[in-house]
């Protein structure tokens, strides 16, 4: 613990103590007097100090941290109006995409109504105007008789 040269116990060493050293006050000029107005003149305070000396001086008010701007209170029904209005903005947004949206709808199912129309209206014709005539039967001979699609001609 304690270093192997020490020639004497820890208890025995020598110890120092230093102490500092007054300086005698300085002889200073009187500072000028400079006229103030009569509530802003400050108080003078003294200090006697333990060695008897005596410090004059002005005492300092401590400072006050400039005070922030006052923020105008926000009323709760202009708190209620704009939330209103956001809520409003919204509702019309989605309104919009739902017309919107309808309108896509309705023209999708339009579109499919016309083209079953035309398909099953092209069927139709193909089933209407394809029976009646006789210019487009088939002809088979069986034993000199002619037949055309069920009727026999002699």
Request: aromatic residues 6%; charged residues 10%; glycine residues 10%.
């Amino acid at each position: 613990m304690y270093p192997e040269h020490t020639p004497h116990a820890p208890a025995q060493r020598a110890v120092e103590v230093h102490h500092s050293t007054p300086y005698p006050p300085a002889a200073v000029a009187p500072a000028p007097v400079v006229p103030m107005q009569a509530g802003a003149v400050p108080s003078v305070a003294s200090v006697v100090l333990p060695d008897g000396r005596v410090v004059t001086g002005y005492s300092l008010s401590p400072m006050q941290p400039e005070p922030l701007a006052a923020k105008p209170p926000v009323s709760r029904a202009a708190v209620n109006v704009a939330l209103g209005g956001v809520g409003f903005l919204a509702v019309c947004g989605g309104l919009l995409l739902l017309t919107t949206f309808i309108a896509a709808l309705t023209a999708l199912v339009t579109q499919l109504i016309v083209l079953a129309a035309v398909i099953f209206g092209g069927w139709i014709a193909v089933q209407v105007f394809g029976a009646s005539g006789h210019g487009g039967g088939t002809t088979v001979n069986i034993r000199k008789a002619t037949f055309k699609r069920n009727h026999f001609h002699g």
